[in-house]
Nanobody, 116 residues
Framework: QVQFVESGGGLVQPGGSLRLSCAAS????????MSWYRQPPGKEREEVAL????????KYADSVKGRFTISRDNAKNTVDLQMNSLKPEDTAVYYC?????????WGQGTQVTVSS
């Protein structure tokens, strides 16, 4: 069965860094585009970063460009999100997401809180 284990969330001060990791199993990870989404309190879920299945392309939300970096390791079935220069507005639940039509799967989410 499809499973995601997300880790790396927590409380960090503004300007700090966190690295989120998502370990996937139960499907052909190397064939799926992978994304990180986030859902701030009281707001809709939004895509933060995407990496294609071969890592040939990445895409970032304007709000995180230059601060966040998405990467993947198809040998380990993992996708990471390095988050630097964190701001209070980055506070959200962050979700790992896998897509390959017609499949569309979500992790359980990990909380990131940026506060002094």
């Amino acid at each position: 069965q499809v499973q995601f284990v997300e880790s790396g969330g927590g409380l960090v001060q503004p300007g700090g860094s966190l690295r989120l990791s998502c370990a996937a199993s139960g499907f052909a990870f190397s064939m799926f585009d992978m994304s990180w989404y986030r859902q701030p309190p009281g707001k809709e879920r939004e895509e933060v970063a995407l990496i294609t299945y071969t890592s040939s392309n990445t895409k970032y939300a304007d709000s995180v460009k230059g601060r966040f970096t998405i990467s993947r390791d198809n040998a380990k079935n993992t996708v990471d999100l390095q988050m630097n220069s964190l701001k209070p507005e980055d506070t959200a639940v962050y979700y790992c997401h896998a897509t390959h039509r017609p499949y569309d799967w979500w992790g359980q989410g990990t909380q990131v809180t940026v506060s002094s």
